[in-house]
């Protein structure tokens, strides 16, 4: 059977000594650094070193002498933790964290080199993992099943190791084989398992391989009750909760502009939520508390319950999941607003801006947020500043807003030039006389 490539994302990411950097050239992604760079410039296939290990500033090679070294040892000789050495014939890289290739070049630890994946080939059938002997034949509910009750190979250097780790490292390893969806819609199948961990580390599967086949299941299950959107699962190994919604979010993320029937029921799904009134939706959380799990994670790392510092952080977590109950709908607006903004096209965002008198009446205050979206969008194409205007005269004609809180806004913007603001202006005038 012949071998398909796969490409890291982002052109690649060179990692420090103390990530994953895989020996098998079909290991590739999931935090890992790539194994298989090459370089633009010069031709040749990038050498990374052993780890904690750098050339010391009195003796510093060319690039070409440490690349073609037979004794690289001779000229790695500062030791430093965390660090990890790559060179190509024309190049040295120092990088001690991790770092795509694909970059702005705006900090100086974001790699200036001419390197990119050269690709990652599927791995050949059969091969052998701890227990697990994978191949055309394999029962895939079997080695699901076994993997999410705990029993996994011997631990890869994640953080956190655990079975979602394990798992989406295996479709990740098998993508682009018939076998990878194979597995990914034998995690699907325990989408609606009564055990509310299990519950929790397939969403996790699928926030993290959001297009995998099975995401369809999940989908189902919202469309039969879509105000339990935000109802959240444990997911012990990550130490939180997860719920549907982010799901959700991330396929909408990761689609193509050729859309799929899928694609579509989501976005139907999201102005579903978005315009359900809150008090009608579930905010809780089944199994146990974002709390409890966070507790119970640090105690397997070691941490003391006694310390100061663990009762700060469950109450860090407290105060984020209180946040979350207030309106588990917009909580992905929050921190994610690149991943919202990428899940749609200009038809979704002109929905949000004619749609915002509605979402707002489904929530007080959700106004804020479609706001902040609209100008993240804007950021993005300045052909879009009439949906912010749209939105915000919507706001001002429904009175769902007090004109108060708009001109305050209005007011505060700390861009003052900005154009849409001037029919904004004579909007909230208007109302004002009348």
Request: net charge negative; proline share 8%.
């Amino acid at each position: 059977m012949s071998q398909t490539v796969r490409f890291c994302e982002l052109g690649g990411f060179v990692v420090g000594g103390g990530r994953r950097l895989p020996t098998d050239l079909s290991d590739y992604g999931l935090d890992a650094g790539c194994n298989s760079l090459r370089c633009e410039s010069c031709g040749v296939i990038v050498r990374s070193f052993l780890p904690g290990r750098q050339p010391s500033d009195d003796r510093w090679p060319q690039a070409r002498e440490l690349y073609e070294s037979s004794d690289p040892s001779t000229w790695l000789t500062h030791e430093l933790p965390n660090v990890r050495t790559y060179a190509c014939s024309c190049r040295i890289w120092i990088e001690s964290g991790y770092e795509s290739l694909i970059n702005d070049h705006e900090s100086p630890s974001d790699p200036n080199v001419p390197w990119r994946c050269a690709g990652h080939p599927t791995p050949r059938l059969p091969f052998t993992v701890g227990r697990f002997v994978i191949d055309e034949n394999s029962n895939f509910p079997e080695v699901v099943a076994t993997i999410l009750n705990g029993e996994y190979p011997p631990p890869l250097p994640f953080r956190p190791n655990g079975p979602v780790q394990w798992l989406t490292w295996f479709y990740n390893y098998l993508r682009k084989l018939p076998e990878a969806e194979s597995l990914a819609a034998a995690v699907a199948a325990r989408i609606e398992d009564p055990d509310p961990v299990v519950h929790g580390r397939v969403l996790a599967f699928f926030r993290l391989m959001p297009t995998a086949t099975g995401i369809e299941r999940l989908v189902d299950i919202v469309e039969r009750v879509p105000n339990e959107v935000c109802r959240s699962y444990p997911v012990p190994e990550w130490g939180t909760v997860q719920d549907a919604w982010e799901v959700l979010w991330r396929a909408l993320s990761q689609r193509m502009p050729d859309k799929e029937p899928i694609d579509e029921r989501i976005v139907a799904l999201v102005k579903m939520v978005l315009t359900t009134p809150r008090a009608e939706l579930v905010v809780d959380e089944v199994g146990m508390t974002a709390r409890e799990v966070e507790a119970e994670s640090m105690k397997r790392d070691g941490r003391d319950p006694a310390d100061p510092w663990f009762m700060a952080a469950l109450e860090t977590v407290e105060r984020l999941r209180a946040k979350f109950r207030q309106d588990g709908p917009m909580s992905v607006f929050m921190n994610n607003l690149s991943m919202v903004v990428d899940g749609l096209d200009d038809g979704d965002i002109e929905w949000f801006a004619r749609s915002i008198v509605e979402i707002e009446r489904a929530g007080t205050g959700r106004w804020r947020q479609i706001v902040r979206l609209l100008e993240y969008a804007v950021g993005r194409d300045r052909s879009r500043d009439a949906f912010l205007i749209i939105a915000l005269i919507a706001l001002i004609q429904s009175g769902a807003v007090p004109q108060t809180e708009l001109r305050a806004w209005v007011d505060a913007y700390p861009y003052q030039r900005e154009a849409f603001l001037v029919p904004v202006r004579l909007a909230l005038d208007a109302a004002q006389a009348n």
